[in-house]
């Protein structure tokens, strides 16, 4: 699928779209669901998103902080989740050498 650019302020970060599909339970509410990869020191700048986020790691450790809150390393196998519209003020690879990878699911309005 087509590859999102995002914004980074260090090494490389892609984020690709590896589904997207309508929640047949939740009428006008959909789900997509991408695979953010972060090269060694990667990261992207402050964003936002317009839904509920959750995100599991897949590879590596990420560092992530919401609005003001502290910087939490997340590694391979852990998972965090962030409210509509929250600042993700960090969002980092945890490693200069290895890359890190999350997959996230991000639940919106329909289209």
């Not at 090494?11 to 339970?25: Q, Y």
């Not at 700048?45 to 502290?70: K, N, R």
């Not at 993700?88 to 050498?97: C, D, G, K, L």
């Amino acid at each position: 699928m087509a590859e999102e650019a995002r914004p980074n302020t260090g090494g490389d970060v892609v984020s690709e779209i590896v589904f997207k599909v309508p929640l047949p339970n939740a009428p006008g509410k959909e789900v997509t669901l991408y695979r953010v990869k972060y090269g060694p020191s990667g990261a992207q700048a402050p964003h936002s998103q317009p839904g509920f986020t959750l995100s599991y790691v897949l590879e590596g450790s990420v560092v992530i902080a919401v609005g003001d809150g502290p910087e939490t390393q997340y590694s391979k196998g852990e998972v965090f989740s962030e409210n509509p519209f929250e600042v993700r003020a960090v969002a980092r690879n945890a490693s200069s050498e290895r890359p890190a990878t999350t997959l996230v699911f991000l639940v919106t309005d329909s289209e």
